[in-house]
Antibody
Framework: QVQLQESGPGLVKPSETLSLTCTVS????????WSWVRQPPGKGLEWIGY???????NYNPSLKSRVLISVDTSKKQFSLRLGSVTAADTAVYYC??????????????WGQGTLVAVSS | DIQMTQSPSSLSASVGDRVTITCRAS??????LNWFQQKPGKAPKLLIY???SLQSGVPSRFSGSGSGTDFTLTISSLQPEDFAAYYC?????????FGQGTRLEIK
C-alpha cells in the first residue's frame, strides 16, 4: 500500500518561502508523476503542479512564477517551494501520486495533508 | 484553463435516497473526468475515474456517467458514511482543475 507523508513548517511569515517535503513509502517513486494540491480552509481544491521522476515539471499557471517542485528519487521524496507567500496561501497542502491512464490524468494516493498558515 | 462547474453546491438528503450531482466542463473533455469524496479533516478519495469506471474498493452504489461537457455522479441509495463533500476533476489536460464541490448533508 502506497503511503505519502507531508512534512514541513506549519507557520510561514508573509513574503517568505513555504517549503514542504513529501516522503513516499510502500511503492516506487519511479514511473509516476507526483503532485501538490492545496485547499484553503473551508474552500475547494487547487492543483499546484506535478513532477515526474525524471524531473520534468508542469505547474498551474496561476502559481507558476512562485513555485518550484523538485524530486530526490534516492530518498523517495519530492518537495514544494512556494515563494513570496501571503495570507491567501494559507491552506492544507496535500502531496499525491499522479499518473496518466488511457490519456487522462489520475490522482489516486494522497497524503494526509498538512496545514500551513501564513502569518507574522 | 478548463473550468469545472458543479451543481448543486449543497444538497440535503436522507439515508436511502438516490442522489445525483452534476459537473459541467467549459469545453469538451471527452470522458476524462474523475470524482472524489472528501470527509472533514481527510484527504480526497478517488471514487470514479474516466467518467464511469469505479475505483477499486468503492461500493457499487456509486456510479458515474457522461462525456463531452456534462457529467453526473449518482449514489443509488445513500448510506450514513456517504455524507461528505464531492468534487469533480478534469483529467484531460494540465492544469488539472476541480469543481467547486458539492456538500452532501443529512436531512
Amino acid at each position: 500500500q502506497v503511503q505519502l507523508q507531508e512534512s514541513g513548517p506549519g507557520l510561514v511569515k508573509p513574503s517568505e518561502t513555504l517549503s514542504l517535503t513529501c516522503t513516499v513509502s510502500g511503492g516506487s517513486i519511479n514511473t509516476y508523476y507526483w503532485s501538490w494540491v492545496r485547499q484553503p480552509p473551508g474552500k475547494g481544491l487547487e492543483w499546484i503542479g506535478y513532477i515526474y521522476d525524471s524531473g520534468t515539471t508542469n505547474y498551474n499557471p496561476s502559481l507558476k512564477s512562485r513555485v518550484l517542485i523538485s524530486v530526490d528519487t534516492s530518498k523517495k521524496q519530492f518537495s514544494l517551494r512556494l515563494g513570496s507567500v501571503t495570507a491567501a496561501d494559507t491552506a492544507v497542502y496535500y502531496c499525491a501520486r499522479t499518473y496518466w491512464l488511457g490519456g487522462g490524468i489520475l490522482i489516486d494516493y494522497w497524503g494526509q495533508g498538512t496545514l500551513v498558515a501564513v502569518s507574522s | 484553463d478548463i473550468q469545472m462547474t458543479q451543481s448543486p453546491s449543497s444538497l440535503s438528503a436522507s439515508v436511502g435516497d438516490r442522489v445525483t450531482i452534476t459537473c459541467r466542463a467549459s469545453q469538451s473533455i471527452s470522458s476524462y473526468l474523475n470524482w472524489f469524496q472528501q470527509k472533514p479533516g481527510k484527504a480526497p478519495k478517488l471514487l470514479i475515474y474516466a467518467a464511469s469506471s469505479l475505483q477499486s474498493g468503492v461500493p457499487s452504489r456509486f456510479s458515474g456517467s457522461g462525456s463531452g461537457t456534462d457529467f453526473t455522479l449518482t449514489i443509488s441509495s445513500l448510506q450514513p458514511e456517504d455524507f461528505a463533500a464531492y468534487y469533480c476533476q478534469q483529467s484531460y489536460t494540465p492544469p488539472i482543475t476541480f469543481g467547486q464541490g458539492t456538500r452532501l448533508e443529512i436531512k
